[in-house]
């Protein structure tokens, strides 16, 4: 913004309605003001270190209303702004540079929850926004990466167990699901549905560590262990937001639950019908909480919350961030 400085203060140019000649004439308010007021000049309004916070440029003489822009701008340019909302947009078959760009620089400009993508013929729907942000086994390790957790609306390739009998022995992480790579990333019966991810979303996939179920006593989860993530079973708490058949505190013995992934994420919290897998004809989808000594829970074909057992066939709908 800049002041206009005149050459003849107060002065003004009087043109008579009648025709007569034009003359000049100095004007001086004289209204006796009980408050002088604030007066409107740059030192007032916009300021260059104020356009400068606001990322306005001083030397492209910005505006009031440039800054104003600006400040809805960065106010709703984060991620809670953005997992506050659900739109629904359909974003194209690919993501774009642009689209990337957004997401990496923690604006996420034009992208909600609820926006999908249309790629390989499934539609990953966008679930959250930094829901892993802070999260890690030492200060090293954290994620702060900026990302997108992506959710797609349908079981990704053919059904596949848990295990190959009725067992949970190992947990999650442990699984045949999983592949029982310990800390490495998960391979196993998820292989199908990574290698879809990977091709619908090639070098975008982000890796991070969670921390996993490896361990069952007496059909309740009872150890844990950090490893490396990019794509993996969602759980009750992401889903539903809360536990629901996963052993917990039963008021005599405290369990931990072994998870970083602590809360429902923004999606399901603003689409309660996506819950369930939108597969025709319909397919229970598997979660990766352990219920008891031989089964994992479940959302099932009709939206319900259940559990089903490990040798089951059912429906893998991974969830997994972009950045």
Known sequence: MTDRIPTLPGEVLITPKDGGAPFRAVITQDDEPEQLGTEWSKANVLTDPTA???GLDPATDPTPNDAFFRLSDVAWQNAGAHN???RGKFLGNAVT???RAAIQAGTFEDLYVGDYWEILGYRWRIADFNYYMGCGSSENTLVTANHAVIVPDTSIGATKRMNASNITTGGY?????R???GAALAAGNLTEAIGIINQAFPGMVMQHEVYLTNAVTNGYPSGGAWCQSKVELMNEEMVYGSSHHKPMNDGATT???H???KSQLSLFQHRHDLVRSQ???WVSCWLRDVVSASRFAIVGSNGYSGNGSASNSNGVRPAFSIS
């Open 84 to 86: 506050s909302i659900y």
């Open 279 to 281: 597969d025709s004809p």
């Open 259 to 261: 998870t970083v992934s």
């Open 255 to 257: 369990r931990q639950n």
């Open 52 to 54: 400068i916070a606001l």
């Open 179 to 181: 592949g029982n790579v």
């Open 97 to 99: 540079p642009a689209q």
């Open 173 to 177: 992480m442990g699984s045949e699901m």
